[in-house]
């Protein structure tokens, strides 16, 4: 049986998925009947798309260990996440940078590991709920709270036509969702309430099945039966 490895970088949208990424994990597994999988997440907590480039080659901290770097796993498969939720701060003026920053990402992955890369364009934010149960922005009015959410969703923009302007494979998980809700479902389906910002099981789900028909689709596993 093969075993692929598959590194996931990214902020704390990838990081609250856990360190296995349980969703990731049985989609491939059904898929892959026939293959075997090892997942490392490298999403941390307010991370920059900066930060990662330099977590690319350097171990780091997290909950007080150290971490590999991802290129000593030498992932088989890379999944890069926008990074739209911690450079958002920088506004418009940031776009360009953003932009460079997330294409040395991608070069420095293909310089220092085998693997190939998937960008992964994340979840919306919930613009009418945005940030309203994290205690840093208790008594933050729900107007600020709103155009934070609007600066994300700049971010994920940007992110989208930075893929296709770069000819990367990538997926778009917050165009699904969108789509999604306009055809009736309710945004807090998607988004954690404890939080109101990561997403929920079942918008990791989503992301999962995205991630892994991805994969597929642009043939990045060749499962050999027998």
């Known amino acids: 049986m093969q075993t692929f490895k598959i590194a996931l970088i990214g902020d704390s949208m990838l990081d609250a998925w856990g360190a296995d990424c349980p969703e990731m994990y049985q989609e491939l597994k059904r898929l892959y009947s ?8 490298h999403g941390l907590t307010d991370s920059r798309a900066g930060h990662a480039l330099w977590r690319v080659g350097n171990d780091y901290p997290r ?10 796993f030498d992932p088989d498969i890379t999944i890069v996440e926008s990074f739209a939720y911690s450079n958002r701060i920088d506004g418009a003026e940031g776009m360009s940078e953003y932009r460079d920053v997330l294409r040395r990402l991608v ?8 693997s190939q890369i998937l960008f992964c364009v994340g979840i919306p934010p919930h613009r009418e709920r945005f940030l309203e149960n994290m205690p840093s922005y208790f008594n933050t009015s729900r107007a600020t709270r709103q155009r934070m959410a609007d600066d994300v969703k700049l971010y994920l923009d940007e992110a989208r036509r930075i893929a296709q302007d770069e ?31 990561h997403p929920s099981r079942y918008g990791y789900q989503i992301m999962a099945t995205h991630i892994t028909r991805g994969i597929d689709n642009h043939r990045m596993i060749e499962e050999k039966i027998g």
């Open 167 to 197: 000819n990367w494979a990538y997926v778009d998980v917050c165009m699904d969702i969108e789509k999604r809700v306009l055809a009736g479902e309710n945004m807090r389906r998607f988004i954690n309430q404890s939080d109101t910002l």
């Open 107 to 114: 070069e420095e992955i293909q310089a220092t590991t085998g």
């Open 34 to 41: 026939h293959s075997e999988f090892i997942i490392e997440n």
């Open 63 to 72: 909950n007080g260990q150290f971490c590999r770097c991802l290129s000593m």
